[in-house]
């Protein structure tokens, strides 16, 4: 992987789901200094890198001008995983655990996880469930407290049809006694889920079952809350001033946890 690269990759994860990556790196005066260097392995939000704008689309280039080479994944929660079924939270663990295992056979030993909105949930969840030595921090930009809790709260604001209640009593009927391997699993439309129209852009659509490891109050593992106190590395939180999805409370929160629990 010596010298400027721009490729894409392809590699799967433990459980078969094919990983799709873009690959970028800087000139190095030899292959040893390119390892040596920090790279980040760069999470999307709900959109995916290759649709998104703004950070998953143009972090990778701005991290090249700096020397830093970057591995931007596109997890199984990209594009239309909420809505074809493939994009459970909790198995979205396969997907980093594989890229951070690409990276360790190449040699890579300083090994940074940059989570974006979504995406910064997932990070997180990767960290507190993993002490692999060559990762050294964490970059959680847009970093929820708890994603079912931003969206029951985000829908009652906006008066949403359904409403969140009535999703997850619908949710537990459709998917018991197993959610994780009902097969009777179907797509629903969240009507004013994130504003006052019935205007396809104020819309979600999900499946139930992306919805209950994602959205649900069962969904454990998106409470970013609950879990950041089993992180042991350091983590940089990045809150946009404009962020009118992630209250700037919600890291401040996050970071007094991280402190309680000795990780300073």
Not at 66 to 91: K, P
């Amino acid at each position: 992987m010596a010298g400027h690269q721009k490729r894409l990759i392809t590699f799967r994860a433990k459980d078969g789901f094919r990983v799709n990556a873009l690959f970028i790196s800087g000139d190095h005066d030899s292959r040893n200094d390119l390892l040596k260097k920090p790279i980040i392995i760069h999470i999307h939000g709900v959109l995916g890198h290759f649709l998104a704008r703004g950070t998953p689309r143009l972090l990778p280039h701005a991290l090249l001008e700096h020397g830093y080479s970057s591995l931007s994944i596109n997890t199984r929660m990209a594009f239309l995983g909420q809505i074809m079924g493939e994009a459970i939270f909790d198995r979205t663990l396969y997907d980093i655990e594989a890229a951070v295992e690409l990276l360790k056979h190449e040699g890579f030993c300083n090994i940074f996880i940059l989570g974006y909105s979504l995406g910064a949930n997932l990070a997180a969840y990767y960290a507190s469930e993993n002490r692999e030595s060559r990762v050294r921090g964490l970059i959680l930009e847009g970093c929820s407290a708890s994603l079912p809790d931003s969206q029951k709260k985000r829908l009652k604001k906006w008066g949403s049809i359904p409403t969140y209640e009535a999703i997850y009593d619908r949710a537990q009927k459709i998917l018991r006694p197993d959610p994780i391997r009902s097969e009777n699993d179907q797509i629903f439309i969240i009507y004013r889920a994130w504003g006052p129209t019935f205007n396809p852009v104020d819309t979600e659509i999900f499946t139930y079952k992306t919805w209950w490891f994602m959205r649900s109050p069962d969904a454990f593992h998106a409470k970013t809350f609950r879990l950041i106190t089993k992180i042991e590395v350091p983590i940089l939180f990045i809150h946009g001033e404009k962020d009118d999805i992630v209250e700037a409370r919600e890291p401040e929160e996050l970071r007094k946890l991280l402190y309680e629990s000795g990780n300073t």
